[in-house]
Antibody
Framework: QVQLVQSGAEVKKPGASVKVSCKAS????????IHWVRQAPGQRLEWMGW????????KYSQKLQGRVTITRDTSASTVYMEVRSLRSEDTAVYYC?????????WGQGTLVTVSS | EIVLTQSPGTLSLSPGERAALSCRAS???????LAWYQQKPGQAPRLLIY???SRPTGIPDRFSGSGSGTDFTLTISSLEPEDFAVYYCQQYGISPITFGGGTKVEIK
């Protein structure tokens, strides 16, 4: 069965970077795009960007452009999402999700806390 | 970007009752580009409806979606205890993908 398993919770200081992984199983990673969505406390879901694991093409939200990078390692069936120059408002649960017809399967989420 | 506005913010109902959740878009959304998700505390969103009215395998038929243009509705025909959760609409036709603010369905 399709599964996306994310790395564990992180606590970072303002200005630091965080890199979250998303390991896919149950299907071929290169067959579907992987998107990243985050949810700050009490806020709506926010789309961050996506990657085509087949060729590495990426697209990011305008709000996060320049601070976010999504990469992949197809040999490990894993996608990575890095956020740099972290701010307190980046505190959120970060999700990876497979895009078939839409975002059909989701990872369990990774809590990233930014605090001094 | 397309802004999605969901109403009501909270719906207080009893098990067995019918729920109707609204999602209004700031501009027209293609009928194949609107989805609904259910989210419970501490869990990831779960896809309920895609392409406005299609259900993925395993989603009960008490969940149905309808609508077109800028107005969409998720209907739960008879609430089960496990249906009390937050529901989000999402459009994926025009980048960036956007989500509504959510409707919480709570036990009355």
């Amino acid at each position: 069965q399709v599964q996306l398993v994310q790395s564990g919770a992180e606590v970072k200081k303002p200005g630091a970077s965080v890199k979250v992984s998303c390991k896919a199983s149950g299907y071929t990673l290169s067959s579907y795009a992987i998107h990243w969505v985050r949810q700050a406390p009490g806020q709506r879901l926010e789309w961050m960007g996506w990657i085509n694991p087949g060729n590495g093409d990426t697209k990011y939200s305008q709000k996060l452009q320049g601070r976010v990078t999504i990469t992949r390692d197809t040999s490990a069936s894993t996608v990575y999402m890095e956020v740099r120059s972290l701010r307190s408002e980046d505190t959120a649960v970060y999700y990876c999700s497979r895009f078939a017809v839409t975002l059909d399967f989701w990872g369990q989420g990774t809590l990233v806390t930014v605090s001094s | 970007e397309i802004v999605l506005t969901q109403s009501p913010g909270t719906l207080s109902l009893s098990p067995g009752e019918r729920a109707a959740l609204s999602c209004r878009a700031s501009q027209s959304v293609c009928s194949t580009c609107l989805a609904w998700y259910q989210q419970k505390p501490g869990q990831a969103p779960r896809l309920l409806i895609y392409r406005t009215s299609s259900r993925p395998t395993g989603i009960p038929d008490r969940f149905s979606g309808s609508g077109s243009g800028t107005d969409f509705t998720l209907t739960i025909s008879s609430l089960e205890p496990e249906d009390f959760a937050v529901y989000y609409c999402q459009q994926y036709g025009i980048s960036p993908i956007t989500f509504g603010g959510g409707t919480k369905v709570e036990i009355k």
